[in-house]
């Protein structure tokens, strides 16, 4: 296992978009789609304070948080990373995207980023993800990136787990 922190924070890259240090100057950028313990952020002064206990979550090595930035423009587009379960060497992985930004292949390429970077430099053998089943954009994604459900709670909440063969 390799859990955070890092000496450098990591970036991971392909194509379309760079995963990435989420820096004070991305706050404005992000209100809408800063979350912190299922809590969405108001303002930015709100944002701000969820990201600091994001980064001391990361500087505790319990996750690891990006910006999605799409390579053409250099915009942040979203959020992706790890928030539970890295210390038994799982994940949960977790992603929020603009809404602006949505079905233009911006989360599925964020995600397999995350995927093999929890994979290979982590070495997660459990790596999960949870949504609502309404939802039905992210199940077809979570599904199309290989999780299988494992579980159809009260809540309206589904949970998926990636199964070892998949990206």
């Known amino acids: 296992m390799n859990l955070p922190p890092y000496s450098i924070f990591p970036s991971v890259t392909d194509e379309k978009v760079l995963l990435r240090q989420i820096t004070p100057a991305d706050t404005p950028y992000i209100v809408e789609i800063s979350f912190y313990d299922a809590v969405q952020a108001a303002t930015v002064s709100e944002a701000s304070e969820m990201q600091d206990k994001i980064d001391r979550d990361y500087l505790e090595g319990n996750s690891i948080h990006w910006g999605i930035t799409d390579k053409l423009s250099g915009k942040i587009v979203g959020t992706c990373g790890y ?85």
């Open 83 to 167: 928030y539970r379960g890295l210390r038994k060497g799982e994940g949960e992985l977790g992603c929020v995207l603009l809404p602006q930004y949505r079905n233009q292949g911006y989360m599925a390429a964020a995600m397999v980023l995350a995927i093999q970077f929890g994979r290979h430099n982590i070495g997660l053998s459990r790596i999960w993800a949870g949504t609502n089943r309404d939802n039905a954009a992210a199940v077809r994604l979570i599904e199309k990136l290989g999780f299988i459900k494992v579980a159809d709670k009260e809540d309206g909440e589904v949970e998926y787990e990636l199964m070892q063969q998949a990206r």
